[in-house]
């Protein structure tokens, strides 16, 4: 599944080329997630003015409202010049003056919806409920601390639910709490001050580390990265059950939370 740095780095990959673009035709395929919302003829003869991230939803600005666009479990977005016909599983065109934006979605889990303004009831729907971004300065040590003193639920999943702070996936949750020696299961209220200070740069670091992974590979972004996919970082603890820990050599662990699978050294990552 596509997780933040993948969405920025695939954000990276076009929004220069295509800001400035006129829009030429919309093209659908199958149903996405949620419906454009628009007829897509209406979109046609509007300019895009960039590209924002926010979570991992790609937010097209146009002179005239927004593209709100999510790649789901298995979505992938090509930017060229000129792309081939269309296969079966692109299901989204964005035809410009400067080449054509393409949704390709096996699983159909992604979607892209038009919302006349950010802060519309289309908008909201989908960013109204999202916590900090992790890299802005928004995420400061002192509210991350006193919004984990609310929940009682288990940190791992308060990471994952996104409305205290957006975009830590599975796999940069994980790498986090090891990073900061938190234990997974630990319930978030139970976090001292310093800790949750030492797992915001945690997130921090983690996340930077991926988009700049994932940036240097920018040349081979045309493949989608499919269920393998990820910018395989040196992970310390995510899909290595069994073996040793990188810092104490104690086999990492692996539990399932909420369906998810969760790796931490027992060692290492305190409750
Ligand atoms: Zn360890």
Redesign the pocket.
Known sequence: MPELPEVEVTRRSFADRIAGARIEAVRSGKPLRWPLGVEPQTLVGRTVRGVRRRGKWLLVDLDHGLLLMHLGMSGSLGFAKQQAAAGTHDHFDLVTSHGTLRLNDPRRFGAVVYAPREDSPQGDKHLGGLGVEPLSDDFNAKEFHAQLKKRSAAIKQVLLAGDIVVGVGNIYASEAL?LAGIRPTLPASRISRPRAARLRQAIRDVLTRAVDKGGSTLRDFSNAWGEEGYFQLEAMVYDRAGQP??????P?KMIRQGQRATYY?????KT
């Not at 820990?245 to 104690?250: A, E, L, S």
């Not at 050294?265 to 990552?269: D, E, I, R, V």
């Open positions: 090891f820990c990188r810092v104490c050599g104690t990492i050294c027992p060692t290492c990552q």
